[in-house]
């Protein structure tokens, strides 16, 4: 075995000692093996450095095939060849059995793209009642057409989107509020294989994104025909050019019209407020999610938007470079302030690069917990030159459970989720087995893809809303849905896309605390419509239609 040097070292004997410490805690995620999901993250390795053979790749949790059961989707990379173009490895699709364990079904599906992928969005684009694919790639992207019985078709000719250059994360929204759902795709930097970096002492290592022409994002409207409509530059989108990485797409301003939050990579972040007539207008300096409170860019990698104290607004957390901290922006009444301190989320984060995050109650206490997927990019000061640093750039994940609504403190969720060391990015939260709870899945960069079911103790009861739209044969995306119960108001957007290169289940999921009874539902539709649903029972999965409701 190499030596270990001392910084990781020092890690390893800290975490030793803090376990030694550490009051026994019961499990909270453990490690599923024997599954049938195989996947390993393809790098090869070119000895070069090249930015997108370390930013690894993203997951979808969706029902590909209509039976019910959640299947898993994995994009993948390759190589990046320097100067010449890249070779892309073939994405995975893995379906979910009964029994619970996973088959392979890429190759009759038809979703095995071999660009070098990166994220990836699921949505119903033509409202017939089954789930359509949208692959991001450094180069171009491709949009599936699901063909109603798990395969797929490309149409992205067909359907006159053309997205050259680096794509990163991606997200099914509908902006104008006609019922089809449009696309927006966050795009990286005009990237040159060919531009070598270096360290103080001149080692070769990966470049920042700022030695780079960040790329504009790019917003397609969907005219409901097939085919889509570049709106970015009408829009306002395309005024800017910015190194993107994540994006979560959720009403900021209560208004019935989805807006857009994107994460960039060391510059300041971007808020799109919908202005109700097909443009956004930039607020995220105005709003105060631009920069930190100290005045600061960030290297935003991940994102996740909800409402985190209790307040009934949506906050937002993201996650950072190592020597930077997670940030939290809990919303008031002019706008959002940096509660990165007070939350317990920044000075923990303080020594990780965080990628893939979600909130999610994980023993349905009714307060919302925070998972990081964590993985350097930079080599530590010491570490050996070339390829050898690569293994070195694998941290721990953390997982923080909150001791109250915006005050987190960090957990202990077990042997198998925290003793594996990787170059973590992408992460999912979904109900892979149907159970109630979320569990996770984990993707690796050059390693295998994790999945880990949730075993915590319960200390409360649970209820998961679809928010669907018959006529439209689909779950209403930027529909905001609130359970009333127990004397609180929880509050879920129907967003599936978030976290870092990551498209999840649209079905929204609450932790009811000691709640044995819905007061009510309430769900405010895409337009402003508001109604209310009766729900009789907890601990079940309900299904609310639009137009069912009491206005």
């Not at 049938?36 to 090249?50: C, I, R, S, Y």
């Not at 449009?182 to 470049?207: E, F, I, N």
């Not at 922006?329 to 959002?336: A, P």
């Amino acid at each position: 075995m190499a030596p270990v040097p001392p910084a990781h070292l020092v890690l390893v004997l800290f975490s030793a000692l803090a376990a030694c410490d550490r009051d026994p805690a019961p499990e909270l995620f453990r490690e599923l093996t024997g599954t049938g999901v195989d996947h390993v993250h393809t790098v090869e390795l070119t000895g070069g450095f090249p930015m997108p053979e370390v930013l690894g790749a993203g997951c979808a949790v969706f029902d590909a095939n209509g039976d019910g059961l959640q299947d898993l989707y994995f994009t993948d990379a390759g190589r990046v060849d320097m100067g010449t173009g890249g070779r892309g490895a073939a994405n995975h699709l893995y379906l979910r059995q009964p029994d619970g364990t996973y088959r392979d079904g890429t190759a009759p599906s038809g979703l095995g793209d071999t660009g070098y992928g990166m994220g990836v969005a699921v949505g119903d684009i033509d409202n017939d009642g089954d789930l359509d694919v949208y692959v991001g790639n450094d180069g171009p992207d491709t949009l599936y057409a699901n063909n109603g019985d798990g395969t797929f078709v490309d149409v992205t000719a067909r359907a006159g989107i053309r997205t050259p250059k680096w794509s990163t994360s991606v997200s099914f929204l509908d902006y104008d509020n006609d019922g089809w759902l449009d696309l927006y795709v966050v795009r990286y930097v005009h990237y040159d294989p060919r531009h070598r970096c270096w360290t103080q002492d001149g080692r070769a290592t990966y470049c920042s994104p700022n030695a780079f022409p960040g790329l504009p994002d790019r917003l397609f409207r969907n005219r409901g025909d097939g085919t889509f409509e570049d709106t970015s530059e009408r829009a306002g989108i395309a005024a800017v050019a910015s190194n993107g990485l994540g994006v979560v797409a959720d009403d900021f301003d209560d208004d019935g019209w989805v807006d857009l939050f994107i994460a960039n990579d060391g510059q300041a972040n971007h808020l799109w407020m919908n202005n109700r007539d097909g443009t956004f207008r930039e607020d995220a300096l105005v709003l105060g999610v631009a920069v930190n409170e100290h005045g600061m860019a960030e290297a935003s990698m991940g994102v996740a938007a909800s409402d985190v104290d209790g307040d009934g607004k949506v906050d937002l957390f993201m996650t950072h470079l190592t020597e930077e901290t997670n940030t939290l922006y809990l919303r008031d009444k002019f706008g959002f302030r940096d509660a990165s301190q007070t939350s317990g989320l920044g000075e923990a984060s303080y020594q990780f690069t965080g990628f893939g995050t979600v909130l999610l109650d994980i023993e349905h206490d009714g307060d919302l917990d925070a998972v990081i997927a964590n993985g350097r990019v930079l080599p530590r000061a010491g570490d050996p030159t070339g390829d050898r640093v690569w293994p070195l750039l694998a941290e721990t994940n953390q997982l923080f459970l909150a001791k109250a609504p915006g005050a987190f403190a960090p957990a202990w969720a077990g042997p198998s989720f925290d003793e594996p060391i990787e170059i973590s990015r992408g992460l999912a939260a979904a109900d892979l087995d149907g159970d109630g709870d979320l569990d996770l899945v984990l993707t690796n960069c050059a390693g295998r893809v994790r999945i880990y079911d949730n075993v915590a103790p319960k200390t409360g009861h649970w209820l998961q809303v679809r928010a669907v739209d018959k006529a439209l044969h689909r779950d209403v995306f930027g529909a905001v849905v609130r359970v009333h119960a127990g004397g609180k108001v929880h509050r879920r957007t129907v967003s599936p896309q978030s976290s870092y290169l990551t498209s999840s289940t649209a079905t929204c999921h609450f932790g009811l605390g000691p709640a044995t009874s819905i007061d009510r539902v309430e769900i405010r539709w895409p337009g402003g419509k508001h109604e209310t649903f009766q729900v009789a029972g907890v601990d079940r999965l309900v299904t609310l239609a639009r137009g069912e409701g009491k206005p």
